[in-house]
């Protein structure tokens, strides 16, 4: 209960932004998480299956051949990846609702310096605390997203690479 009180009183902080803020760094992070359960949980199981596969074929060198080898490396290729581009997305929209959060709390400074005046350092420090939560909120999920962006892309091109010499061996073979 506790818990919950205290996300409720960095929202009201913060302002309706850290909302969706927080909404998107969910959504990521559970694409992060499925696509890391499947690297090292399903892949391997798809991977085996492509390769027994491609190594019962007894036509290997033809350009048929090549075209079904194509197509299973681009098969391996796009489930393993599949997404990663979301998840780029997710982390580039971060800074920018961070950004949009600072917006709306300088609106807010300014309208209580027009309606109380610039001597209210009460009613300015309430705007200018929604104004720099929300960004900071977006660059804390911006940063924890790239990492693990960075790593998945990464893992996804050397698994491609692995693949096709693989493959490219039993075709040479």
Known sequence: MEFLETIRDFTETGGQVLLVIGFLIFVMWLLILERVLYTFIGHR?????????????????????????????????????????????LVALCPLLGLMGTVTGMIEVFDSMAMLGSGNAR??????????IPTMAGMVGALSGVFASTWLARKAKVEKTHIEDVISLDHEG
């Open 45 to 89: 199981q798809f991977k085996k299956e492509c390769i027994a596969q491609w190594n019962a074929r007894s036509d290997k060198s033809s350009w048929y051949a090549e075209q079904i080898r194509q197509k299973v490396i681009s098969q391996l290729t796009m489930r393993f990846s599949q997404s990663i581009p979301v998840i780029q997305a």
């Open 123 to 132: 009613a300015m420090a309430s705007g200018v605390s929604k104004a720099t």
